[in-house]
């Protein structure tokens, strides 16, 4: 990901996040939340990324010029759904699904509790 600009102006980053995502180049904007919680210092800027680092001179080019020609579109919503997507993967693989997680949780608190049981008659 590399940073384009920063902005309070929460208009001027969603028409050029529409502008860039609509040609071909997915963006973040970076510090959304903590601009709500925020919102009343002044000077507060939420980042402007690109999340490809091979996009970053189109990106730049079509701020300036909106006929630019963009090199390597991709399709901006196909690309935040897989990254998403992504985003949740570690998860499962750590834990793997809902029900293997439980089972897992339980066996951990059973040998939690068996340790304790130990642990007091041990000391009794």
Do not use: C
């Not at 609509?22 to 690109?50: A, H």
């Amino acid at each position: 990901m590399k940073l384009l600009f920063e902005s309070g102006d929460t208009e001027e980053l969603e028409s050029k996040r529409r502008l860039l995502e609509s040609r071909g180049i997915p963006v973040f904007i970076s510090g959304t939340e903590s601009f709500r919680l925020r919102r009343l210092l002044v000077g507060y800027k939420k980042g402007f990324w690109i999340f490809i680092d091979d996009q970053y001179e189109d990106a730049l080019a079509l701020l300036k010029n909106k006929n630019h020609k963009i090199i390597m579109p991709v399709d901006s919503e196909a690309f935040h759904r897989e990254f998403e997507q992504v985003q949740k993967e570690p998860l499962s693989m750590v834990f793997g699904s809902d029900e293997a997680f439980l089972n897992r949780l339980a066996i951990v608190g059973a040998l939690l509790f068996g340790a304790w049981i130990a642990w007091a008659i041990i000391s009794a």
